[in-house]
């Protein structure tokens, strides 16, 4: 009777304990020179714990990939001057090593080395007089950008060697999503058993959503004076980031220079494609994929994409429709995600 009891008991126990009800913690912040928001769900979260791991998680992304932190790893990396292998962290190189990828499968159009032209162009920490390089001050700052022919990644050693001495490394277009995927990480190992994880609009989701169904977001329409959504997408169990030239840009005499900057000409990209968002199995390929895409525009980053198998989908300026007047294009991929829903 005894060890029926206490059977009794244990199974008890154990039913309860199955039938737990998940637990939804919402957390937000500044991070990256951007802000966070990440919903987590699970049996028996503890929001105290999440909001200090989250927070530990992201100080150390910071410490490695910020390029606006003097101290971090990619600026101490970037302002030595010596041309010998340096030893990077394992997530130095993870980092490395998708865009290396990303890299030579958009034909050079991803590119890390283009911080003397940030910097040149004014869209980086410093501020330059005349907003407008000359081209002799161009050809110079491209010297020493080209991710192929400066930097050499051993991945085995976990080192990074520049062939310049002025070469850099600019991480603003994958750190994010790398960050992303962090937390993602730091969730998954604290309980969480559906996500959303989200760092100044590069996103990754798991799972359903706090109402059990799939996570649903909101594609921006790129208009000027408004925020309003242009399509809403499926995007459960993947990364998802979107790259725009209508935030981030500047006005000279009344031409417009986007903050996208082609690393073979040295200058803003002219082309009619303004948005370009890209869904992938992680968040830190979807965020260097976005940038890609949107270096090469529609016609060129279409047929990559097709390419590829990427699910990409592209927002290009109609011109003879005048203002905030747009056409869409989207790859096979990211038709058959949509389909699938």
């Not at 991480?171 to 730091?186: E, H, M, Y």
């Not at 006005?251 to 417009?256: A, D, I, Q, S, V």
């Amino acid at each position: 009777m005894l060890r029926w009891l206490a059977l009794s008991a244990t199974l008890l126990l154990s039913a309860c304990l199955f039938d737990e009800e998940p637990v939804v913690v919402k957390l937000s912040g500044d991070t990256m020179g951007t802000t966070y928001h990440v919903t987590a769900i699970g049996p028996g979260l503890d929001e105290a714990m999440l909001a200090a791991a989250v927070t530990e998680t992201l100080t150390a992304v910071n410490g490695k990939m910020s390029n606006w932190d003097p101290n971090s790893e990619v600026s101490t990396f970037s302002a030595s001057k010596q041309t010998a292998p340096m030893p990077v962290s394992g997530d130095f190189v993870t980092v490395m090593t998708a865009a290396n990828e990303v890299h030579e499968k958009s034909g050079g159009k991803f590119d890390v080395t283009l911080g003397p032209l940030i910097e040149l162009w004014g869209f980086g920490p410093r501020k330059p007089e005349d907003p407008i390089p000359a081209d002799d001050a161009i050809a110079t700052a491209l010297q020493g950008v080209g991710q192929t022919r400066r930097l050499t990644l051993d991945a085995g050693a976990g080192t990074i060697t520049k062939t310049r001495p002025e070469t850099g490394i600019n991480l603003s277009a994958i750190a994010k999503g790398f960050g992303v995927d962090a937390v993602a990480r730091t969730l998954a190992d604290l309980g969480a058993e559906s996500y959303l994880v989200e760092i100044g609009g590069d996103l990754v989701t798991k799972g359903q959503n706090d109402k059990g169904e799939a996570w649903r977001i909101g594609i921006e329409r790129p208009d000027q004076g408004a925020q309003s959504v242009q399509l809403v997408v499926p995007v459960s169990d993947h990364g998802m980031a979107t790259s725009g030239d209508y935030r981030n840009y500047f006005e000279h005499e009344g031409r417009r220079y986007s903050h996208i900057l082609d690393p073979v000409t040295g200058r803003p990209v002219t082309h009619r494609t303004t948005s370009v968002t890209v869904i992938a199995d992680t968040a830190m390929m979807a965020d260097a994929w976005a940038t890609a895409m949107l270096v090469l525009g529609l016609d060129e980053g279409l047929k990559i994409a097709e390419a590829n198998e990427l699910a990409v989908y592209f927002i290009e300026r109609d011109v003879q429709g005048g203002e905030d007047a747009y056409m869409t294009a989207q790859s096979s991929a990211f038709a058959d995600l949509l389909n699938a829903d």
